[in-house]
């Protein structure tokens, strides 16, 4: 959802040390009035225009997003897909472009993947994928059964969910209308539109008309606790 005014003042009651923004950045007066509070504030650059970008209005770290990520792109200056980049092609350029810290996002799994970031010159990585198995996870029935099968090693992009490309593991809608259509409904619309296909389809245990984000690398998914987790990906920290 866009960030309103009214997300501001709700917001403001509890005064999170840290917001992160998708899509680039709210109107000056709201970045400003999160700011206020002492907010830290990050966004994600998927271009090294973007990461410039976000450096000239202020953010103060920025996510390079690459294009293996789950979910949506955080793509924001451009609507051409074939501008993004993958994630270890994108992080060393975006270190060198701002004087900024920047937190590697897309395709990272493992320990392994953690530590490949950080010797790019990462500050940090932003994980999710490899949580949505986690039983802390919101993750529906169907989208976890999905997670687990052969069928999350083939992931797109896709509008026909929410009307912005994001990234899911290939299904029928996906392979009958798109996986990018013109005739998606304008974000976030598309969801409404397919929200009665979908529920029906749930209902019978299929997942074939519900958004599956996953990014390309859903190996490292594991059926664990979040905190479990989060110390295995940071053991060679
Ligand atoms: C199910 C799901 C929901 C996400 N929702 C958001 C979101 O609301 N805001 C955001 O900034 N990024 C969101 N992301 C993207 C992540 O922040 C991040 O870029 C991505 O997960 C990193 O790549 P990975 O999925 O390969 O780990 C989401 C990712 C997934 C998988």
């Known amino acids: 959802m866009p960030f309103s005014s009214e997300t501001a003042d709700a917001l403001?009651?509890?005064?999170p040390a840290v917001v992160s923004f998708h899509f680039g950045l709210p109107s000056p007066e709201l970045l400003a009035r999160?700011?206020?509070w002492g907010a830290k504030v990050l966004s994600s650059a998927t271009t090294i225009d973007e990461a410039r970008w976000l450096e000239a209005h202020g953010v103060d770290a920025i996510i390079a997003q690459g294009l293996e990520?789950?979910?949506h792109r955080g793509i924001f200056l451009s609507d051409d897909l074939t501008t993004q980049v993958g994630t270890f092609a994108l992080l060393p350029q975006i270190v060198r472009t701002v004087n900024l810290p920047v937190i590697a996002a897309g395709g990272i799994a493992d320990a392994r993947g953690v530590a490949a970031a950080m010797a790019l010159g990462a500050a940090g990585v932003q994980i999710g994928t490899v949580y949505l198995l986690c039983p802390e996870a919101t993750t529906s029935r169907v989208h976890r059964a999905a997670l687990k099968s052969d069928?999350?090693?083939?992931?797109?992009?896709?509008?026909?969910?929410?009307?912005?490309p994001a990234r899911g593991i290939v299904n029928r809608l996906m392979k009958e209308?798109?996986?990018i259509s013109a005739a998606a409904p304008a974000f976030p619309l598309a969801t409404a539109a397919i929200a009665p296909l979908r529920s029906h389809a749930e209902s019978r245990g299929s997942g074939d008309f519900s958004p599956l984000w996953s990014g390309q690398n859903a190996r490292g998914c594991?059926?664990?606790p979040a905190a479990d987790l989060t110390r295995e990906l940071a053991a060679g920290l």
């Open 12 to 15: 403001s009651e509890f005064k």
């Open 34 to 36: 999160v700011k206020a």
């Open 222 to 224: 594991k059926e664990v």
């Open 69 to 71: 990520a789950g979910g």
């Open 151 to 164: 069928a999350a090693r083939h992931t797109a992009l896709t509008n026909l969910f929410t009307g912005r």
């Open 177 to 179: 209308l798109g996986p």
